[in-house]
């Protein structure tokens, strides 16, 4: 029985690395816990991520991590995706689509309006499908269901965090996506 949990274990462990691999190798920056419940995604790097810092070490990272784990997520549970490649161009849409579907988070946290622009795209279909405006046009703050992933546009994070009152707007838009329970 142990064995067989083991080889099925290997499985999936493999199945995700091949999958991370290939979009790798399609020019797809991520990084983090690839079985994360929570992604988080951005398309405006700081100067510092520009120039070669990895994504999310500065501010920014730091308070989403710290809010994360206020909320109830273990320090490990996240994981990160830039929606611009190697180059500094944006990836196709096709592409970020194939990426968040890929890694499967509950949650998908979009950290700017970049970020809120490429899922617009990639999941127009989707989209068009809610009833609530907000959520059709992830609106700040609004929390859409697509794809059975809960999606916040958090609407310019890393520029809130200099303003004590826009710092307070971005934890009150995290507080709607407490970890989710498991279903038994």
Same mark, same amino acid.
């Given at each position: 029985m142990a064995s067989e949990r083991d080889a099925r274990r290997r499985a999936y462990l493999d199945k995700t690395a091949a999958e991370t691999d290939a979009l &790798?190798?399609?020019g797809v920056r991520a990084g983090g816990n690839a079985f994360s419940s929570v992604l988080l995604c951005k398309g405006d790097l700081s100067d510092g991520e520009k120039n070669g810092e990895p994504p999310f070490s500065g501010a920014d990272g730091t308070a989403l991590k710290a809010s994360l784990e206020r909320l109830g997520y273990a320090p490990e549970d996240w994981e990160w995706l830039l929606t611009v490649g190697e180059t500094g161009l944006p990836l196709e849409? !096709? $592409?970020f689509r194939e990426a968040v579907c890929a890694l499967d988070p509950a949650t998908l946290v979009l950290c700017d309006e970049a970020a809120?622009?490429?899922a617009r795209e990639a999941f127009a279909d989707e +989209?068009?499908? $809610?009833?609530s405006l907000e959520e059709a046009l992830l609106a700040?703050? !609004?929390v859409a269901h697509v +794809?059975?992933?809960? &999606? +916040?546009?958090l609407g310019g994070f890393e520029a809130a965090l200099s303003?004590?009152?826009?710092?307070q707007v971005m934890w009150a838009r995290l507080k709607q996506i407490p970890p989710l329970g498991e279903p038994y």
């Amino acid at each position: 029985m142990a064995s067989e949990r083991d080889a099925r274990r290997r499985a999936y462990l493999d199945k995700t690395a091949a999958e991370t691999d290939a979009l &790798v190798a399609r020019g797809v920056r991520a990084g983090g816990n690839a079985f994360s419940s929570v992604l988080l995604c951005k398309g405006d790097l700081s100067d510092g991520e520009k120039n070669g810092e990895p994504p999310f070490s500065g501010a920014d990272g730091t308070a989403l991590k710290a809010s994360l784990e206020r909320l109830g997520y273990a320090p490990e549970d996240w994981e990160w995706l830039l929606t611009v490649g190697e180059t500094g161009l944006p990836l196709e849409p !096709a $592409l970020f689509r194939e990426a968040v579907c890929a890694l499967d988070p509950a949650t998908l946290v979009l950290c700017d309006e970049a970020a809120s622009d490429m899922a617009r795209e990639a999941f127009a279909d989707e +989209l068009a499908a $809610l009833e609530s405006l907000e959520e059709a046009l992830l609106a700040p703050g !609004a929390v859409a269901h697509v +794809l059975g992933m809960r &999606v +916040l546009n958090l609407g310019g994070f890393e520029a809130a965090l200099s303003d004590a009152h826009e710092k307070q707007v971005m934890w009150a838009r995290l507080k709607q996506i407490p970890p989710l329970g498991e279903p038994y």
